[in-house]
């Protein structure tokens, strides 16, 4: 595996093969459109969920069907990028699903905490946005081997985990000790960081590619954001479990 390329899966020479018959080309707008409408169809879920958990209906199904709905999804997406207009909505309903029972949750424990982890991935965003654009952090070839380097561990740790879990063994990271706080904080901080990688890639490839693999960085947008959400919410959870 090369090291010089993005740790977002939805990123790769795979899916970026040019079209030279394609007459459209994918534009910063159209990712932006998509993205935006994806985020919508997202929010709106969230917000069906949550109502439904005030109402009283369980939604543990809502969380972990969601979960594995999307992770489905996003192999089928790897496999048929063809495929990305159709699925990558299928995803953001599959996510906001996921999303609306752990938010649910959380607001239920934590009064607000959601909101404000919407806020600060939101700041993320856009300061990782301003810090891209204005060069003040380069994307260079070392920079990239970082970052995919300690994404693919954050991953491998996860999935060691949640494997765990199924015999009944809970390990550090969901913890609330201050080990289990700095893991958090690191992939809170790679989830940044792998932003800038997106960021890039989609600067490489814009007008070049055909337009619709516009749906495929829209796709890749919506794994790092969401990803960057879980982080700073299962952090802000621990921070106010541990003060």
Known sequence: MRLDKT???????????????????????GILLKSLFSL???????????????????IKWFVTGGMI???????????????AKFLVPLYAIAKGFFLGGITSYAHAKFPNLPFQAIGVTIMTFF?????????????????RSVIITACASIFIIYLMSWI?????????????????????????IF?????????DY?????????????????WGLLVTLI????????????????F
């Open 7 to 29: 740790s977002n899966p939805a990123f790769n020479d795979y899916f970026w093969e040019n079209d030279p018959t394609a007459s459209k080309k994918m534009s910063v707008t």
């Open 40 to 58: 919508l169809i997202v929010a709106a879920i969230v917000v069906y969920v949550w109502n439904l958990y005030i109402a009283g209906t369980d």
């Open 69 to 83: 709905t999307a992770i489905v999804l996003s192999i089928v997406i790897s496999v048929k990028n063809q495929w």
């Open 127 to 143: 300061v990782m946005l301003l810090l891209y654009q204005t060069r003040i952090i380069v994307v260079t070839k070392k920079l």
């Open 164 to 188: 765990l879990s199924f015999f009944g063994i809970e390990t550090f990271i969901w913890g609330t000790s201050w080990l289990a706080i700095l893991f958090n904080v690191l992939a809170a």
């Open 191 to 199: 989830a940044s960081l792998a932003l800038l990688l997106d960021f």
């Open 202 to 218: 989609i600067e490489k490839h814009k007008n070049k590619a055909p337009k619709e693999k516009e749906w495929l960085a829209t």
């Open 227 to 242: 990803w960057l959400y879980v982080e700073i919410l299962r952090l802000m959870k621990k921070l106010a479990i541990r």
